[in-house]
Structures are given as C-alpha cells and as structure tokens.
C-alpha cells in the first residue's frame, strides 16, 4: 500500500502558484519523498525528490517540513498543460526499486 | 533522444489467449520495470530487471505472467490464458543506474483489453 495521503483533486488558477500537499508521517529515515506526475494518459514523468532538504529544479520546488512527515510540491507559476495527476511517493535510495504509487491529486488548472 | 518505447500500442485479444508485450528501453540503461495501470488508479509494479537478471517479481499477480530480458535490453511481458480482469493499460519503465537511481523514465503503455 501507498504510504503516503494526498487530496484527491485542487484546481488551480493559470499564473498562480499551486502548493501540493503530502503526508507521509511513517517516513523512516532512509525514505526519499518523490513526485512523479502523469498528464492525460501519458506515461508518468519524474518531478523532483528530496530527502529533508528543500529542493528546487526547473520544474519545480520541494518542500518537506522539518519532521518530514508532510511535504508540498509547488509549481510557482501554474500553466494549463500543469493539469495532471501529481504523485508524492516515499522510496528508500538504494532498496527496492519500485515505486509505489498512490491515487494522487488531480490538479485541474483552469484559465 | 529516443525514450523507451512499447509494442503494440494497443492489443485486443480473447479469452484464454496468450500475449507478448514488448519493452525496448532507452539506450544504455541497465534497469527496466514493468507496471500494470487501471482506470483511474495509479500504476500498479510488477516486476523489475537490473540487466538481465530479474531483480523483483513480487508484484506479478500468478503464474499466469511472466517476464524476461534475455540480453539485458529488450523485454518481454507474457500474459497465458488472459482473462478479462488482465485488462489494463501496461507500462514499462526504464533508469539508467542500479540502486540508487531516482528516475524511471516511463513509455507510452500498451492498452490491453481481454473480450
């Protein structure tokens, strides 16, 4: 099972930023938080990941509370191709493989 | 560049039929992951191959699938005897290192649908 809870939908207006809530409060140490999201029914495609530091690429930023039971994906600048299913998934770096996924959060980003 | 690709695209088969689904992964990585997605939910693991030695195969339903990568590039999913509920859409993924990868980079699926 998914260790992780997200919302199942938030709608977002086009130019504003949208913040993507997780929480994963059973994390253990050696557990990265990753976001992966999937448009339409495309295949999923990696966003960004972290450990407990705040993260930040061309995508996208990570932030993941100091407990880092709960995270939040922030994409600054929202457009209408950011509608997709966003999920946050924890995975330990150097065990399993696999990612385990979730049901997400559809982000609708309306004009 | 080329991402990973995936044949058929779309595969209509009977009842107690057996299907072959192919996964040819970017050039060059060593781990390829198979993933089985319903409507609406997430994708599903399957099994999973750091060249061709299957690392994983908690996530294959039963017996009736099986999968390899004989030369640590291609794959193969196999499905004997489908049944409807192997309807889904199948997804194969691709990463470039071993342990300690964070990127799987995914295809465009095969949506298979069992009459």
């Known amino acids: 099972d998914a260790k992780t809870t997200q919302p199942p939908s938030m709608d977002c207006a086009e130019g504003r930023a949208a913040n993507l809530p997780c929480n994963h409060s059973?994390?253990?140490?050696?557990?990265?938080v990753y976001w992966y999201r999937q448009i339409h029914s495309q295949g999923p495609q990696y966003i960004i990941h972290?450990?407990?530091n705040n993260e930040t690429n061309e995508m996208a930023s990570l932030i993941i509370t100091e407990d880092r039971k709960s995270s939040t994906l922030i994409l600054p600048h929202a457009t209408l191709r950011d509608t997709a299913v966003y999920y946050c998934i924890v995975r330990v770096q150097g065990g399993s493989e696999k990612l385990v996924f979730g049901k997400g959060t559809k982000l609708t980003v309306n004009p | 560049g080329a991402g990973v690709s995936q044949s058929p695209r779309y595969k209509v088969t009977k009842r107690g039929q057996d299907v072959a689904l192919r996964c040819d992964p970017i050039?060059?990585?060593?781990?390829l992951y198979w993933y089985r997605q319903a409507l609406g939910q997430g994708p599903e693991f399957l099994t999973y191959f750091n060249y061709e030695a299957q690392q994983d195969k908690s996530g294959l339903p039963n017996d009736r699938f099986s999968a390899e990568r004989p030369e640590g590039s291609i794959s193969t999913l196999t499905i004997q005897r489908t049944e409807q509920r192997d309807s889904a859409m199948y997804r194969c993924a691709s990463s470039r290192e071993l342990a300690g990868a964070y990127e799987q980079y995914f295809g465009p699926g095969t949506r298979l649908t069992v009459t």
């Open positions: 050039s060059g990585h060593v781990s």
């Open positions: 972290g450990l407990k």
């Open positions: 059973t994390i253990s140490g050696n557990e990265y």
